[in-house]
């Protein structure tokens, strides 16, 4: 017998709570940023059961890649883009892609992120960006 413990952070949105207009660094858009509650629980397998902490973090999400920032200062000037949060960029899923270096036509494989991308060929070392859109 076994028994899978472990951890999530659950967001739900905000009732009432702000939205905002803005330009999301991670996908490039002009989105609708909603005002998000994240809260850890602890799972058992894979369900979250019991809350950890007493409190919730308080965020603002993308709608459209569900990036989250963190929420503004009150006395910040309008215009000015939200701070990401440390939660790293999505990624899809861990998956890699494979696409021909266009200096030396061998085949690179590239884990798979949306935006512009750097990559650095290992077979000639020469440096070119990548730029992966989301797929329809």
Do not use: W
């Amino acid at each position: 017998m076994f028994v899978l413990v472990g951890t999530k952070t659950v967001m739900t949105e905000v009732p009432g709570g702000r939205r905002v207009q803005e330009h999301c660094d991670v996908c490039g858009r002009v989105t609708e940023l909603r005002e998000v509650r994240a809260r850890n629980y602890l799972t058992l397998f894979f369900i979250p059961l019991i809350p950890l902490g007493s409190s919730s973090r308080r965020a603002l999400r993308c709608t459209a890649c569900k990036t989250c920032y963190t929420l503004p200062a009150a006395g910040r000037q309008p215009g000015t883009p939200p701070r990401p949060s440390k939660r790293s960029p999505r990624r899809s899923s861990g998956a890699r892609g494979t696409l021909q270096c266009p200096y030396c036509s061998r085949g690179i494989k590239i884990p798979v992120t949306r935006g512009r991308t750097p990559v650095t060929c290992p077979h000639c070392s020469r440096t070119f960006t990548v730029r992966i859109q989301r797929g329809p």
